[in-house]
């Protein structure tokens, strides 16, 4: 059974990414700085969470197919079969959730969002092609539909890196602080987590695609990667920043405080 | 010459001909309707703080993505609204000037606070609903930009009634716990509802001169009995109650008779003393001044791309 635990696992990772990066893109809906993008980032949000139920769905089927075998959660604390797709999202801890430490850090500014978003969906777009070969047919078909909503993530977002990077003093300043505040947490990405077993994962080549594709962006807006840092990492085994229990607290609150009900 | 230009207009506007931005108009439509319109965007705007506020919280991931898609919209309708209104002269901008320094009001429901889930059932059911009884016969206003972005927004008003008569119906089948939720968020929201249909009409100066030119086509009072006949059947299939010890079928009238509003309490919400008057306006200032610099930077950035263009041509 290590091949569905593993893929269960990933899934968890997949689904867990797009719904907390959801979350904080949604934080901004109805305050965003144009009414325009204000929509447009509310989409996006949209769009994850889309993502994040297809994901938990399949990861649910998995998990209650070979229930027997599995460990449900590591705190011990049971969520009781058949697991759903809320159940995966609204009853599981801190320790348990397994997205990348970049989705879960603060919204920061405009800068500091839209970066985000540009280095996280041009690295999903990497590996959501990649999965687009994997053994389970079901996998592939959520990764082709998620690549035509992250293919618009990266545009999106990317024409913001430009815009900021090349706009204004004061927009270009902010850029690069945004990129300093972020890059420690885009290392973490390329580190095949122990559960990414599919053969038709390649991390090394999503890191060469990505690092062409950001570096040549961040040139064309005259923005400067740091030199050198140290890689925040620990998201993808369940060793989260504090931020994340916040984020937490608040999503999980009504499934907590009534629990056993329907919404 | 005036005067006949006035008649053309009365006269075109009694055929049922829709009036567009470049026909003459009198000056009196064109600001009655640039202060309808605006007001009537900055509510789609603002309506999105209270809903806005539960996204993160919603308890499912399919409430959430309802109520993100849901709220996701009325920031659409404002977009729509904003672009209706610019048709009769006056900037976005401009019109952002007017809500920021209270110059222009939005609908008072928006000032009332969301205390929980429940909420989330009671405004598309009863906010959304007395918004669309409002909003259809605005399909037919007489000025065509208003009346075309109308047809758009009532469209999508429907699935935001209905998502939130759906909580409501889900809470009803729940615990006991969640039917105190939802009685509790009916009983906060009813009388706020009411209010929205406006003063009544012996004290809506307004009223003749709108519907003389079309703009309107039903009086509020008339509006707001055919909201209480809707509601207190809607409620009954909730097993729910209004919060009104007069409501009572009246056979005579063919209508439900129903209990005095609190034009008080109305009047201060208008006045700017609601429970959340302050910090509904706060978010908005707080994001269009955040907003400056992006907005800023967005413009740079076109210039020097259009400037680049240019030069290569
Ligand atoms: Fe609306
Ligand atoms: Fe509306
Ligand atoms: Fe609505």
Redesign the interface.
């Given at each position: 059974m290590a091949t569905a635990k593993n893929e269960i696992d990933f899934l968890l990772h997949l689904a867990d990414n797009a719904l907390i990066i959801g979350h904080r893109n949604s934080e901004w809906c109805g305050h965003g700085p144009i009414l325009e993008q204000d929509i447009a980032i509310t989409n996006i949000a949209l769009d994850y969470i889309g993502q994040a139920r297809n994901l938990y769905q399949h990861a649910a089927e998995l998990i209650n197919q070979h229930a027997d075998k599995i460990e449900l959660t590591q705190t011990g604390k049971d969520i009781s079969l058949p697991v759903t797709e809320d159940s995966l999202a609204y009853l599981r801890d801190v320790v348990e959730f397994k997205n990348l430490l970049i989705t879960e850090i603060p919204n920061g500014d405009w800068a500091q969002t839209t970066l985000r978003l540009f280095l996280l969906s041009q690295f999903q777009l990497e590996l959501f092609t990649q999965l687009l070969k994997h053994e389970d047919a079901q996998v592939a078909a959520i990764a082709e539909k998620s690549i035509k909503e992250i293919s618009y993530h990266v545009k999106w977002s990317q024409d913001w890196v430009l815009r900021l990077g090349d706009g204004t003093e004061e927009s270009k300043r902010r850029m690069q602080q945004a990129i300093d505040a972020i890059w420690a947490y885009t290392g973490e990405m390329f580190i095949q987590p122990e559960y990414a077993t599919a053969t038709c994962l390649n991390y090394a080549a999503i890191q060469t695609a990505w690092n062409q594709k950001v570096t040549a962006i961040f040139e064309e807006a005259g923005l400067l990667i740091p030199a050198k840092t140290f890689v925040q990492k620990g998201g993808a085994t369940g060793m989260h920043t504090e931020h994340l229990g916040y984020i937490l607290a608040e999503m999980q609150y009504l499934q907590r405080a009534y629990p056993n009900s329907e919404w | 010459m005036e005067q006949d230009f006035e008649k053309i207009f009365q006269d075109k506007v009694d055929r049922e001909i829709r009036i567009e931005p470049k026909d003459w108009m009198p000056e009196k439509y064109r600001q009655t309707l640039i202060r309808q319109i605006s007001q009537h965007a900055h509510s789609e705007?603002i309506g999105?703080?209270p809903e806005?506020n539960w996204?993160?919280?919603?308890?499912?991931?399919?409430?959430?993505?309802i109520l993100?898609?849901k709220?996701?919209d009325e920031?659409?309708h404002?977009?729509y609204l904003?672009s209706a209104a610019e048709t009769l002269g006056i900037t976005?901008d401009q019109m952002y000037e007017q809500l920021h320094t209270g110059k222009a009001k939005y609908s008072s429901i928006f000032n009332y606070p969301t205390l929980s889930?429940a909420d989330m059932g009671v405004i598309g059911w009863l906010v959304d609903g007395a918004a669309i009884m409002n909003q259809v016969p605005l399909c037919r206003t007489s000025f065509g930009p208003y009346a075309r972005a109308m047809v758009r927004v009532c469209k999508e008003e429907s699935f935001h009634q209905r998502q939130g008569f759906e909580?409501l119906y889900?809470l009803s089948?729940?615990?006991e716990?969640?039917r105190r939720m939802a009685q509790d968020a009916i009983n906060r929201w009813w009388w706020p509802s009411l209010m929205m249909f406006g003063p009544k009409d012996d004290e809506s100066p307004n009223t003749i001169q709108s519907m003389k030119w079309k703009i309107k086509r039903f009086s509020n009072d008339e509006l707001r009995q055919k909201f209480v006949d809707v509601c207190a059947e809607q409620v009954k299939v909730l097993g729910f109650t209004l919060p009104d010890k007069d409501l009572k079928w009246n056979e005579e009238r063919g209508h439900y008779d129903f209990g005095e509003i609190n034009w008080d309490e109305f009047w201060q919400v208008v006045q700017g003393n609601g429970p959340c008057n302050k910090e509904r306006l706060d978010?908005r200032k707080?994001?269009?001044e955040?907003?400056?610099?992006?907005?800023?930077?967005?413009l740079?950035?076109a210039n020097?791309k259009a400037k680049q263009k240019q030069a290569a041509a």
């Open positions: - | 705007i999105m703080l806005g996204i993160t919280r919603a308890p499912s991931l399919r409430r959430k993505a993100l898609a709220v996701q920031a659409g404002g977009l904003y976005r889930w909580i889900v089948k729940g615990t716990a969640q978010a707080k994001a269009w955040e907003g400056a610099w992006v907005r800023d930077a967005a740079a950035y020097k």
